[in-house]
Each structure stands twice: as structure tokens, then as C-alpha cells.
């Protein structure tokens, strides 16, 4: 049997990183090798607490975090986590909800998230595969300081929109929004990219109808309960969803199993000034070129990747 495609995470840790966690650590096919820390839906600091505590409750905690960018590529101050992020997410994160540190984090002998990214690039190659699920800054440095790492490494990144409207601005999705910069430079650097955005991410959503089937341990009553939070900010925000779109999950699980996506081959840029700052749009100085160098997600089987997402995280809380 073949052993397991090596997976990093590359988190901003809130409550659907929380998901796409649970459901990479449910998924037989890849082995979580570490998790990566960026700032975004909280500080980075925060964000690498909240994934360490969630290894730990999954008694996971042979698993590394390492922390990475505090802000963004070209910031001249502290990040400051947005009004309405910390309101969809909580001021933790993860709903407020109140989960232990872990008492011993796994170490690493990487310096930063960026040299963790390298070095397992170096060791498992084509094998291993990034997920980005906040701001891109993480993946940029890496590729700034190692071009093998720039040019061979497999991006399944979740974030920018395309064909629909973004959901920080009209023309701009958060995660891309939160560096352009840094996106920009992926977009147009990285030559095997796929992209999951809101194209894709917002074609499928969950209720509470599902997060009620993973309770009765503290494993599944955690996530339940950070997610039942997550989708009452939704119903706030977006009267009517009944539920909470699925971002950083189903990017992951494209990342796992391609065939969940219909893809568009494009080569892309974002624009990094000006009033549309933030936008995800075709390079019109590669248009031609092949081959493409980014495959955006525009569809999903949504009922086969729904199922796989409620097995999987079963998986891990159900015990």
C-alpha cells in the first residue's frame, strides 16, 4: 500500500479552520504533517493556540505548529482583526468557546512557518501537499526564500472569487483581501495552483440539523458548539442561509480528492492598487500562455463532498 500524501495546513484559526482540521485528521489518504500559523480571522498568536488546544482535545498532539506572519507583506503596523471578523468568529476565534491550552506542544526545529513549509517541501516533494486557508503571506515568504519551493510545490489555496462578487468588498474575497500583495506574487509565480473560492465555497453550506449529529463527547460538543455559533453570525449576516458556508472545509477536501471540483484553467493575477485592490482577475499579460498555471474551482459535487465532510469529522469526534 502506498504511504499517505503529506499535508501542511496553513491556518488562520477559526472556526471553519477548525472544520478543515478535523477533517484532514479524518481522512485516511493524507497524513497531517504540521499546521502553520498566519494572522487573519485572529492574530497569529492566537490563531496558533487554538489549533495546538485542537490537537490536543483530538489527542493529537504529536502534530507541530509553527507560527508565521504576523501581517501582511507590505504592513507597516500591527494587524488589527476586523469588527465584523471577530463578530462571525468570536473574539477567539472559535466562537468563544472555552477549550484547554495544550500542555505540550509538539516542537519542531524550524524557525518560522515559512522554513517549516521549505523543509518539508525538500523532503517529500511532489508528495506533499500546502493548504492555505487565511492571507497568503505564509506560502509567499517561502517561496521568496527557496525558488524549488516556488516553482514545485502543489497550492491548494482556499480564497479569491472570480465569476461572483467578494465577500469583504464587492470585487475582493477576505483571505485575498488580507495580503494582496502576497496573493498577487503566488498567483503569478506558482506554476500548480488550484483555487477554491466563494465561486465554489458558496454553493454548499451546513446547518445545525448536522453539527447536532456530532455531539455527545467533548470532542464533538467543541466543534458543535463553535460551529452552531458560526452559523447563527451567518444567519445575521446573510438572513435566509439557514446555515454557514463551508469555506476552508472544502478546500481541503479538494486538496484530498480533486474529483469533488469542476475547474476553469486560468492564469491570474490580483490587483494590488488602486480602488479594486484585492481583486482575483485573469493576467491579461498571460492570457495565452499555457500551460495555466491556476485551475479555479467553479463547481462541486456538493451532496458526495456534504457526505464525506459529515463521515469524516464523525471520525474524529464520534469517539
Not at 62 to 71: E, N, T
Request: hydrophobic share 40%; charged share 25%.
Amino acid at each position: 500500500m502506498a504511504a499517505p500524501t503529506k499535508i501542511i495546513l496553513d491556518l488562520d484559526t477559526g472556526i471553519d479552520d477548525a472544520m478543515c482540521l478535523t477533517y484532514v485528521l479524518g481522512s485516511p489518504e493524507v497524513e497531517l504533517i504540521g499546521v502553520t500559523g498566519v494572522f487573519g480571522n485572529v492574530q497569529v498568536e492566537q490563531g496558533v493556540r487554538n489549533a495546538r488546544a485542537i490537537l490536543a482535545l483530538y489527542r493529537q498532539n504529536h502534530i507541530p505548529v509553527i507560527a508565521g506572519a504576523s501581517r501582511p507583506e507590505q504592513g507597516s503596523g500591527p494587524y488589527e482583526v476586523e469588527e465584523i471578523v471577530e463578530f462571525i468568529h468570536g473574539h477567539n476565534g472559535i466562537g468563544n468557546i472555552d477549550i484547554p491550552d495544550a500542555s505540550e506542544p509538539a516542537t519542531t526545529d524550524a524557525k518560522d512557518a515559512a522554513d517549516f513549509l521549505i523543509q518539508a517541501y525538500h523532503r517529500f516533494g511532489q508528495d506533499l501537499i500546502i493548504v492555505p486557508t487565511g492571507p497568503e503571506t505564509n506560502i509567499a515568504e517561502a517561496m521568496r526564500r527557496d525558488k524549488d519551493f516556488a516553482h514545485g510545490a502543489r497550492i491548494v489555496l482556499m480564497g479569491g472569487a472570480v465569476t461572483i462578487p467578494g465577500n469583504v468588498r464587492p470585487w475582493s474575497e477576505a483571505n485575498i483581501f488580507g495580503d494582496p500583495d502576497a496573493a498577487n506574487y503566488l498567483l503569478r509565480t506558482a506554476p500548480q495552483i488550484t483555487m477554491v473560492g466563494l465561486d465554489a465555497t458558496q454553493q454548499v453550506r451546513l446547518t445545525k440539523e448536522d453539527t447536532a449529529r456530532w455531539r455527545g463527547n467533548p470532542k464533538g460538543d467543541f466543534l458543535a458548539d463553535a460551529v452552531d455559533y458560526y452559523i447563527d453570525a451567518h444567519d445575521r449576516t446573510a438572513p435566509g442561509l439557514n446555515g454557514c458556508y463551508l469555506h476552508d472545509p472544502l478546500a481541503t477536501a479538494i486538496a484530498i480528492d480533486p474529483s469533488l471540483g469542476r475547474y476553469v484553467p486560468l492564469n491570474l493575477k490580483v490587483d494590488t492598487d488602486g480602488p479594486t485592490r484585492g481583486r482575483t482577475i485573469a493576467d491579461e499579460t498571460r492570457l495565452s500562455k499555457t500551460p495555466k498555471t491556476c485551475h479555479v474551482t467553479v463547481g462541486v459535487d456538493k451532496e458526495r463532498f456534504l457526505a464525506e465532510l459529515m463521515s469524516r469529522i464523525l471520525r474524529v469526534v464520534g469517539s
